[in-house]
C-alpha cells in the first residue's frame, strides 16, 4: 500500500509547471472535478490556465480577458457552456464505448468482454452521473415534472417540455446490453418510456440516411440523392438493465420538408439539426430559419444536437470542407448553450447508432426514478 503521506511532500517539490504539463493530458472535466479540487494553489495555478487554454483552441471569437480565475470561470456563460459541452461530449463517448460492447455481445459466441471491462463501463457511467450531479447552474423550472432536482440535473431535465409516457408492449426487438452476464434479466422491464427524436435540416443533408443507419442497421452505400417523400419513421427498444433506469423506445421521425411542422415539435425530446460539412448554407439555413421557427412553436427550451454530415467526403478530399471545426463550435457555445455537435459519415453504423444511445442516456440521467407514478 502506498503511503500517501510520504507522497505529498513529493508532489509539493514538483514544479507546477510539470504537474500542469501531465495534467493536460487529462479531460477537462477531470481537470475540473479532480485537479481543480486538490487545493487552491491547483485550482489556481493548474486547472483554471488548462480550461482556459482549450476553450480558446475550440472558440474563434475572442475570449473575454477578465475572465481570470476559475470561480469566475464557471459563473460567465461562456464558461457555463463550455462545461456542459464537456459534459454533453464525454456521454457521446461513452456511447461509442457501449457501442462498441454491444456488437461485442452480439456478434461473438463466447462474448468476448471481460468482467473487468464490465466493472470499467459501471465505473465510468457513475462517474458520469457525479459529473452531471456537480455542475450548479442557473435555475429553469422543470416542466410537468414534480420531483425537484438540483444543479445540472434540473438544467437538462427542463430541456425536456414533457413528461415522457407509459406505453404498451410492442413487437420491435429490443436492443439489451447485460454487462452481467451471470444475472437474470427480466424479460419484461417495468416502465417504457417514449423518447421521441425529430431530425431537422435542409434538403439532401443525409436526415433520411442518418434514420437508416441508426435504427434500421442500414449504411450509406449508393451515394446519388434521392429526394424523400413522404413521413419517414423508425422505432427501437433499447435496454441496459445494470445502467439504466427504464427501457427506452426510441422514435425517429423524418419528414421532406425544409422547415419542421408542429405536429413533430410538439412531445419531442430532442431535435437533432442535421447539416453538410461542405455546404456552408445548410448549416446557415438552420440558424436563421429552422431554429428560430422552433423556438416560435414551443416555448420551453429543447435539447439540440447538431450533426455534420459527409466526413467521409471531406477524408477523400479535404478541400471540400466549407465549414471549419472552430465555426461550428463557436456557434454551439454562444448561441446553444454548449448543445453537441458531431461530424460523422453514414457510410458506417457506429456513430449514427451511437448517437441514439446518447439521447437515451441523457434522458434516463433526466429522468432517473422510476415513472410508474
Not at 417540455?161 to 420491435?172: L, M
Request: overall charge neutral.
Amino acid at each position: 500500500m502506498v503511503n500517501n503521506t510520504r507522497m505529498i511532500p513529493q508532489i509539493a517539490n514538483v514544479p507546477i509547471e510539470v504537474i500542469r504539463i501531465i495534467c493536460s493530458f487529462m479531460s477537462n472535466l477531470e481537470n475540473m472535478f479532480v485537479s481543480g479540487n486538490v487545493s487552491l494553489t491547483w485550482r489556481r495555478e493548474i486547472a483554471f490556465p488548462i480550461l482556459l487554454d482549450n476553450l480558446k483552441r475550440i472558440h474563434s471569437d475572442p475570449i473575454d480577458d477578465e475572465i481570470t480565475d476559475y470561480n469566475y470561470f464557471k459563473t460567465v456563460k461562456i464558461g457555463r457552456n463550455f462545461i456542459r459541452m464537456e459534459l454533453r461530449r464525454f456521454l457521446y463517448e461513452f456511447s461509442l464505448k457501449l457501442y462498441d460492447f454491444q456488437n461485442l455481445n452480439q456478434n461473438s459466441k463466447p462474448p468476448l468482454a471481460s468482467i473487468d471491462c464490465n466493472e470499467y463501463l459501471l465505473e465510468e457511467f457513475e462517474q458520469i452521473q457525479f459529473y452531471f450531479s456537480h455542475f450548479s447552474i442557473p435555475k429553469l423550472n422543470l416542466i410537468e415534472k414534480k420531483t425537484e432536482k438540483t444543479g445540472l440535473f434540473k438544467m437538462i431535465s427542463s430541456l425536456f417540455s414533457k413528461q415522457p409516457k407509459k406505453q404498451e408492449k410492442t413487437n420491435d426487438e429490443p436492443i439489451i446490453v447485460d454487462i452481467n452476464k451471470n444475472r437474470v434479466v427480466e424479460k419484461e422491464p417495468v416502465t417504457e418510456i417514449v423518447c421521441k427524436i425529430a431530425l431537422d435540416g435542409y434538403r439532401a443533408t443525409g436526415r433520411t440516411s442518418f434514420l437508416n443507419a441508426s435504427l434500421r442497421d442500414d449504411a450509406i452505400v449508393n451515394k446519388d440523392y434521392y429526394p424523400s417523400i413522404g413521413i419517414d419513421f423508425a422505432a427501437r427498444i433499447f435496454s441496459f438493465p445494470e445502467v439504466l433506469t427504464n427501457i427506452y423506445k426510441v422514435q425517429v421521425w423524418d419528414s421532406p420538408y425544409s422547415q419542421l411542422q408542429p405536429a413533430y415539435v410538439n412531445n419531442t425530446t430532442m431535435i437533432m439539426e442535421v447539416f453538410d460539412l461542405t455546404k456552408r448554407e445548410t448549416l446557415v439555413h438552420l440558424i436563421n430559419e429552422n431554429i428560430p421557427q422552433i423556438k416560435r412553436l414551443r416555448q420551453t427550451p429543447l435539447e439540440l444536437v447538431f450533426i455534420g454530415t459527409k466526413q467521409d467526403v471531406i477524408q477523400e478530399n479535404p478541400q471540400t470542407r466549407n465549414i471549419p471545426p472552430k465555426d461550428i463550435q463557436t456557434c454551439c457555445l454562444n448561441n446553444f448553450g454548449g448543445a453537441l455537435c458531431v461530424e460523422l459519415s453514414l457510410t458506417e453504423l457506429k456513430q449514427a447508432q451511437s448517437l441514439i444511445w446518447y439521447s437515451v442516456l441523457l434522458q434516463d440521467i433526466c429522468y432517473p426514478k422510476n415513472l410508474k407514478e
